[in-house]
Nanobody, 122 residues
């Protein structure tokens, strides 16, 4: 069973908005912190946001435009993307960590989704 399943990706114009969803399986519900990462074609996967729901950290590139939230009843985490830019084009991955402190490095995350493509047109 895939621990996390992302959805909501697609094509959006620059300046528009998109909301990504990340549905957690029972296995991934043990995560104490959650994060979103992204990977553009030909580049390494990079940190976008991480939260333990007491504190949240955003990458400088998305600060003020993206926000993370959750719906506990639906076991779902969201990434609201506003005022998107062409450089936000990437595959977006949801990740869960057993650590409660915030980490921006991939190796601290134990559960991953398969990713959802976001393409921003100019």
């Amino acid at each position: 069973q895939v621990p996390l399943v992302e959805s909501g990706g697609g094509l959006v114009q620059a300046g528009g908005s998109l909301r990504l969803s990340c549905s957690a399986s029972q296995r991934a519900l043990s995560s104490l912190s959650m994060g979103w990462f992204r990977q553009a074609l030909g580049t390494a996967r990079e940190f976008v946001v991480t939260t333990n729901w007491s504190s949240t950290e955003y990458s400088d590139s998305v600060k003020g435009r993206f926000s993370i939230s959750r719906d506990n009843a639906k076991n779902t985490v969201y990434l609201q993307m506003n005022n998107v830019k062409v450089e936000d084009t990437a595959v977006y991955y949801c990740a869960g960590s057993k650590f409660s402190d915030l980490h921006i490095e991939r190796q601290f995350y134990h559960y991953w989704g398969q990713g959802t493509q976001v393409t921003v047109s100019s």
